[in-house]
């Protein structure tokens, strides 16, 4: 009886261990330098990788800053990324645009430079321990309609959660003087966009010495593209112009 609870308590432990290390998701086998170069950086903020290759069709320019480091894994090669759980701009949550008041109440704090970004909705940091990265906790993805009234109140139902919006915090890692932490949006530590001091300035674009962030990743299966037929046309005519 008494190595049966041991055993028991051991399995407990080992369960809670687990769940402890791959809370934040498969960016914890990245470490840092998954993301960021502190000596041969391509980007502000020290980003190891970029990606202005692929047209963002809501901006009409290419993807710049955090989206672009982003997108340095999460897009197709032939746009410049890895083939890391790639995502296209035709078919996602627009990036690089500044939000319609009419669609989305988007609260300032989550803009950079007045714009909608990628990190708008996620904290890509390892101390983030909510599923897939995103500022609310979702009970692992059960309620993902209370992240998604943060910027969208009116078409959600508050009752149906029991939340009140005013209440919701969001994740942020951002402020090393707070540390990560989950915040109001209006709240004066809440930071998304901090920036980079004019002594880091990327060069040129080179190939870099260390391994790519893709690399790492070591919790899932990662390469993945959706069925070339089911594309919308003008995905397909962009894709087959690179080709050419």
Not at 69 to 81: Q, R, V
Not at 134 to 144: E, P
Not at 186 to 201: C, H
């Amino acid at each position: 009886m008494k190595g049966m609870a041991l055993l028991k308590v051991g399995a407990v432990c080992l369960a809670t261990y687990v769940t402890g290390v791959y809370a934040a998701g498969p960016h914890e086998g990245l470490d840092c330098l998954g993301c960021h170069d502190p000596h041969y950086a391509k980007a502000q903020k020290a980003f190891k990788v970029v990606n202005n290759l692929y047209p963002n069709p809501r901006a009409g320019q290419t993807v710049t800053g955090i989206d672009a480091l982003c997108l340095g894994c999460h897009n197709i090669s032939k746009f410049g990324g890895a083939d890391v759980k790639p995502i296209y701009l035709h078919m996602t949550h627009p990036v690089g645009v500044s939000p319609n008041p009419k669609i989305a109440q988007v609260p300032e704090r989550l803009l950079v430079n007045g714009l909608l970004t990628c990190t708008s909705c996620h904290d890509p940091h390892p101390s983030n321990p909510n599923w897939k990265y995103l500022r609310v906790d979702t009970k692992g993805g059960s309620q993902v309609g209370v992240f998604c009234m943060v910027c969208h109140p009116a078409k959600g139902d508050q009752n149906y959660y029991n939340v009140k919006m005013s209440n919701v915090k969001l994740f942020t890692s951002m402020n090393e003087e707070t540390g990560p932490v989950f915040l109001l949006p209006v709240d004066q530590s809440f930071v998304i966009n901090n920036p980079t001091p004019s002594y880091i300035t990327p060069l040129e674009d080179y190939p870099n010495s260390l391994a790519p962030a893709w690399t790492y990743v070591p919790n899932e299966p990662w390469i993945y593209n959706p069925p070339q037929d089911r594309l919308p046309e003008g995905l397909k005519k962009l894709l087959e112009s690179i080709r050419k």
